[in-house]
């Protein structure tokens, strides 16, 4: 089941900045930590922000600096703005959620978003 989508990928040029979003459904009371990942190809999928219901954040290495993950507690969304963007960054990023409380379904774990495409050209 589709619970988190994620959404603000394109094409832009190195330097550039993409606004990405991760939409949670309205049946979700909350989430405890959400964050980012990516996968280029023929890379493993990796860590790039996480981002606890306090706001406590967490940045790869390869990210600090350089993007800044938010969440609306309300809303049950959470950002990833990207900046000075290299085409390293290049790869499919998901939006996960560690602990999702639902209405109906209960108590979740571990919940991945469909994935959206960033591209970073030279």
């Known amino acids: 089941q589709v619970l988190l989508v994620e959404s603000g990928g394109g094409l832009v040029q190195a330097g550039g900045s993409l606004r990405l979003s991760c939409a949670a459904s309205?049946?979700?009371?909350?989430?405890?930590?959400m964050g980012w990942y990516r996968q280029a190809p023929g890379k493993q999928r990796e860590l790039v922000a996480t981002?606890?219901?306090?706001?406590?954040?967490n940045y790869a290495d390869s990210a600090k600096g350089r993007f800044t993950i938010s969440r609306d507690n309300a809303k049950n969304t959470v950002y990833l703005q990207m900046n000075s963007l290299k085409p390293e960054d290049t790869a499919v990023y998901y939006c996960?959620?560690?602990?999702?409380?639902?209405?109906?379904?209960?108590?979740?774990?571990?919940?991945w978003g469909q994935g959206t495409q960033v591209t970073v050209s030279s």
């Open positions: 996960n959620a560690d602990v999702i409380r639902t209405r109906v379904l209960g108590v979740l774990y571990d919940c």
């Open positions: 981002i606890t219901v306090g706001g406590s954040t």
């Open positions: 309205r049946s979700i009371f909350s989430i405890n930590t």
